[in-house]
């Protein structure tokens, strides 16, 4: 079998336009342009590449966006003021705290300084307490999960019943996906560094959600064959052929995984599209709870 | 193999005692009686019989409770007024709402009055949602999966690395004893009623964590010898012998699990006593809050 190979940029440009249409409609309306503000901390080449990718997707969508940015050695009440301003600004409808925040600073208490109705990235304890409760409903969902789970939806006809085996237990993608993923009713293993035989778990997996951050780590021999595999790694690894000296790869042995897979996602190419168009129609959500349109 | 009982009444007496020496300890030192406030909506004779156990326990370690009992057609703005004026008493250190909460009633909302530093029964979404996440600590942990934790560190060596499969995906016990179980670097799986060829799922496992409320659902012949099973579960089934007419059972088919299994809990007798005792320690841990002692 050869997968189908999920192409992630052509999901993420379906959904941006349609956010695009969305924003535009906002527009003739007469309502308020919906309006991102990110905050970044520190020189984090990054980080800073992150951000500047997010204040284009922005742009392209006629969302406004207003970039922040502190020194590394800025202080947590620096910080807070500045996020607590944000907080204040009726014209701010999403706000965007750029992690990980430098050594020193208390991440959460800044995270707390977002009221959950701006916390567009979802990492608010609010929110995230939210999706991990039944019957309770997180305003904003983390964007890298909520990509995953639109890539998923539109391979599989449902999830639920559906054996998951995600690795990785990150804030930022292992743990709340894994979250996601029960509350579809799909039966979840959460395994991590500390797991034992990794891979007969993920020979259980009907889909696998590989979060990891090692490159090539997960075999094709691991896969049942059939299974939808995620793979959210971004690890560079050296190619002298290549003009920088790098090439990104994911945490799956992609191309011999791809033979075994019934479809797979690409990197680069796959999750990483959905997760900036997943922080746009946040942002865009964030302005119509403004105003309820 | 038959299966070591694992005595939960003992280690709740234990940990009791210990308690009781501490709050005396306390008062001989000159610091504040550790206080509990329960708020108790309704006529639920299940829910008024916990809550009548909890002061119980309270008065035989020497904590004060006080015991608020609204109608149960008070209104949202009326029981939030109650749970906000025990969130500014510096008299009461711990506050439980005895959940489930009357249809109508915003529970979430209700649970977020709760300063976290008072919430004794970890159900307040920042202190759930602190669980979810690495590098966050939770104030307070619910009681029951604590208890469960508590039973198992005296069974096994090292939790970690462990296979660990959880049935039920309940706020109250089966999603935060999964996100404890992650936290002690187990293995987890998360099982529920739509999960596909259960018993495969749960022979997988070396713990096995029951909390669904099926009287005897758990088969003998899904457990892998010398897994530890801890049974939640806590059923009536039809017993003319008895004179109240039934008896309680567990999830589990405890008498033919018992040959086959390590350890395992009975019910009653088996994690039931812990939960109050953790709702005691998490009292006492409320003083200390306060007066850093």
Chains 1, 2 share one sequence.
């Not at 379906?14 to 308020?32: A, C, F, P, T």
């Not at 984090?44 to 940015?69: E, F, T, W």
């Not at 910080?79 to 992690?99: T, W, Y």
Request: aromatic share 2%; glycine share 8%; net charge positive.
């Amino acid at each position: 079998m050869t997968a189908k190979i999920i192409d992630g940029k052509k999901a993420a440009a379906e959904l941006m336009e349609s956010i695009q249409k969305q924003v535009k409609n906002r527009s003739d309306m007469g309502l308020l342009q919906p309006c991102l503000a990110t905050i970044l901390v520190g020189e984090n080449p990054a980080s800073q590449s992150y951000v500047k990718a997010k204040h284009k997707a922005c742009a392209s969508l006629g969302i406004r966006s207003v970039g922040i940015h502190l020194p590394a050695d800025v202080t947590q009440k620096e910080l807070e003021k500045k996020v607590n301003d944000m907080a204040a600004d009726a014209s701010v409808h999403g706000i965007l705290i750029q992690l990980p925040l430098p050594d020193g600073i208390d991440e959460e208490k800044v995270l707390q300084c977002v009221p959950i109705e701006k916390d567009v990235d979802g990492f608010h304890p609010v929110n995230i307490g939210r999706l991990a409760q039944k019957n309770r409903n997180p305003i904003f969902v983390p964007c890298t999960p909520s990509g995953i789970i639109y890539l998923l939806e539109k391979e599989i006809e449902s999830i639920e019943g559906k054996n998951a085996v995600v690795l990785g237990r990150s804030n930022i993608v292992g743990m709340p996906v894994s979250l996601l993923l029960v509350r579809q009713n799909a039966t979840v293993t959460i395994c991590h560094s500390r797991t034992i035989d990794l891979p007969e778990k993920v020979r259980g997996a009907d889909i696998v959600i590989a979060a990891i951050g090692r490159a090539n780590f997960v075999k094709a021999n691991w896969i049942r064959p059939g299974a939808v595999v995620i793979d959210v790694g971004v690890n560079r690894v050296d190619d002298p052929m290549r003009k920088r000296g790098y090439r990104l790869v994911g945490d799956v042995d992609f191309g011999a995984a791809k033979e075994v897979a019934s479809a797979i996602t690409p990197v680069p190419g796959g999750v990483g599209p959905l997760t900036i168009a997943m922080l746009m129609r946040n942002a865009l959500r964030a302005a119509t709870l403004v105003d309820g349109v």
